[in-house]
């Protein structure tokens, strides 16, 4: 089921608010009301597989083991919002910065996806994002200089095409630090408030 929200006309009458539908962040917050648990990060490279079907967050989060943050191991989809920091008119940038990064699927195929009819990246970048998103990680930690990057809102996707450009290994450890590339010390993830 697809929800709407609503907001001022664009056409400026006081018929009261348009409803437009609502688009679901792949990226999202584990705790928002509607939060969904896309997928679970499993295997070596840490991929993310998606569930066959929505669940809710709140059903899930009570029976992770204490001490482990939830987006180590789950990746969920919640609405996007308009005061997201990735948020620029009805466009995300989050998604601009993850489609610079190499593609994580063979790129003929795109993974099973439970979200994609509401998926915001997937209306805004296609395919592209698809190819990208199994890779992607909700929460973002100190030691993974290139997730950090692409979680700041700051960086642009013309840096993180230069950071990987001078990784000789592709991404991996940082070659000069994000300093060198004039974003700020971005601990925050990339998801949605």
């Avoid at 991929?47 to 180590?72: F, K, M, N, S």
């Avoid at 700051?154 to 000069?176: H, K, N, R, V």
Wanted: a negative charge; proline letters at 9%.
């Amino acid at each position: 089921m697809v929800g709407t929200v609503g907001v001022a006309r664009r056409d400026g009458s006081d018929k009261g608010p348009e409803q437009l539908p609502v688009t679901w962040c792949p990226s999202g917050a584990a705790d928002r009301p509607e939060s969904q648990v896309l997928g679970v990060r499993s295997g070596e490279d840490g991929h993310v597989v998606y569930l066959d079907g929505p669940v809710a967050a709140a059903e899930v989060l009570g029976v992770v083991p204490a001490g482990i943050e939830p987006t180590r191991v789950l990746r969920f989809a919640s609405h996007c919002v308009s005061a997201c920091a990735h948020r620029r008119g009805n466009d995300c940038t989050l998604v601009e910065r993850v489609r610079t990064l190499p593609s994580a699927r063979e790129e003929r195929s795109v993974p099973r996806c439970h979200l994609r009819g509401r998926c915001q990246w997937w209306q805004q970048a296609g395919v592209s994002a698809c190819h990208r998103c199994p890779a992607v990680t909700t929460a973002t930690f100190r030691e993974d200089t290139l997730a950090t990057l692409v979680a700041d809102p700051a960086t642009t996707p013309e840096q993180l095409t230069a950071w990987i450009a001078a990784s000789p290994d592709g991404p991996g450890p940082e070659p000069d630090g994000p300093e060198s590339l004039g974003t700020s010390d971005a601990a925050s993830a990339g998801t949605s408030p």
